[in-house]
């Protein structure tokens, strides 16, 4: 019940509700107030993705867990009753549904989505060991190429639908439009990076401190205050700030949190070093919620908003999976290495358990906590003092296989910069300047 429940028709919900989202705004605000709403839009989503753990742990930890899906249907019923006081977009009763574009579309974006949640698993090219291959090699890169030819293929069909005449789930000329892919390309890196955030920070305070849902809640509520106070203020108070610069300041904040992060990390550092990481973070993410929105949208006809809301919602799922997956097999490999090499060069462990752990743990170690590991360790009947050993090893492995997870988003972070020119210099709506744009 839960696989239909929660993962089969929330994702349907979430599906049809966030290109609806995109369209309603658009025909609720004026092309003025657009980066704000879009802004208090996109950090709803971010805040929500911060606050989750701590919402979730009071439930679990104070109450059930079935609570959780209660808040859910609460929050469901609010929003069908305040839906009422906006205005709806004119529905198009010709519109028919395009089956076959919905089915290859789904298809391809599933395809090439697996294949980077399993890259870290069965590798990305070359199979890792005891993982499948196909031709030689890893299945991950044939999901991949199989899912790009079949969007592809979507997009030449709905190139022939437009020739016919027929209604189409997006148009492909509009793909050619350099505001609005400088403006997907963005929310691409954003939620790359935000996702490769969320899922090693909570890492570090859960697994490696051992702190509780809830605790680790608190921790990443910095991000989340930051977060509303630039989505909400950068439009508010900067009204006519050129949104390449305030994307291009975003990023950099990000950069700058993954850097002092990285920096912080060591052997017995607390949950306070994120602190300054999560406030910059938030920022980061704040700016570009307050932009990016606005940009897609304006970068098309108001009535291609429906479109453009798909497209978006796309980039940035496909950004989020790539985020997690790449954040995730990036720390399996750095800490199967580290700790590898760790355990050969240290001399309290036994050579017939660094023979062993050679062939065992090549194919990646989980990252697990001292106290599960140390369990571990006595129900397999290891020596306290070899044990004492093992656990040293996994601890700085810990943190290596965090830093260079880190620093592979700190490496994306930079590339967002660069790839940020194609966002215009002037707000939408704005009055054009009297020379060219820059």
Do not use: H
Not at 24 to 45: H, I, K, T, W
């Amino acid at each position: 019940m839960l696989l239909i429940g929660w993962s089969l028709l929330e994702g349907i919900g979430a599906a049809l509700i966030m290109p609806a989202v995109v369209a309603l705004v658009a025909s609720n605000f004026g092309r003025a107030d657009r980066p704000r709403a879009y802004g208090l839009v996109a950090s709803a989503g971010a805040i929500a993705v911060a606050a989750g753990p701590l919402i979730g742990g009071l439930f679990t930890t104070y109450a059930s867990w079935r609570w959780v899906f209660v808040g859910e249907v609460l929050v469901v019923l609010i929003i069908l009753a305040l839906a009422r006081r906006m205005d709806d977009t004119p529905a198009d009763k010709t519109a028919r549904m395009d089956i076959v574009g919905t089915v290859l579309s789904a298809l391809g974006l599933a395809l090439v989505v697996f294949g980077v949640l399993r890259s870290g698993t069965w590798g990305l090219i070359l199979p890792k060991p005891n993982a499948p291959e196909i031709l030689g090699l890893s299945p991950v890169i044939w999901l991949i190429l199989i899912g790009g030819c079949v969007l592809a293929g979507f997009l030449g069909w709905e190139r022939r639908r437009l020739g016919r005449g027929e209604g189409v789930l997006i148009d492909p000329a509009m793909l050619n439009n350099k505001l609005l892919r400088g403006g997907l390309v963005s929310f691409f890196f954003q939620y790359l990076l935000q996702a490769g955030l969320f899922f090693a920070v909570p890492l570090f305070l859960s697994v490696a401190l051992g702190l509780s849902a809830i605790a680790t809640g608190v921790q990443l509520l910095p991000l989340s205050i930051t977060l509303l106070l630039a989505a909400a203020g950068v439009p508010k108070v900067f009204p006519n700030a050129s949104p390449r610069r305030v994307v291009r300041v975003g990023f950099l904040s990000l950069l700058a949190s993954l850097v002092i992060l990285i920096a912080l990390l060591d052997l017995g550092a607390g949950p306070e070093i994120i602190t300054w990481p999560m406030l910059l973070a938030g920022l980061g993410i704040g700016a570009l919620a307050s932009q990016l929105g606005a940009i897609t949208v304006s970068a098309v006809p108001d009535e291609q908003s429906g479109e453009v809301g798909g497209l978006q919602n796309t980039v940035t799922n496909l950004g989020a999976s790539i985020g997690t997956a790449l954040a995730g097999a990036v720390l399996i490999s750095a800490l199967t290495g580290s700790f590898i090499a760790g355990i050969q060069d240290n001399p309290g462990i036994p050579e017939e358990v660094k023979s062993n752990a050679q062939v065992e743990l090549g194919n990646g170690i989980p990252f697990i906590s001292d106290t599960d590991l140390r369990k571990a360790l006595e129900d397999a009947g290891v020596p306290a003092a070899e044990a004492d050993a093992i656990v040293e090893e996994n601890e700085q492995s810990r943190l290596d296989g965090l830093r260079a997870s880190l620093s592979v988003l700190a490496i994306f972070a930079i590339l967002a910069f660069v790839f940020a020119s194609g966002i215009p210099t002037r707000q939408p709506g704005a009055a054009p300047p009297t020379g060219s744009d820059a």
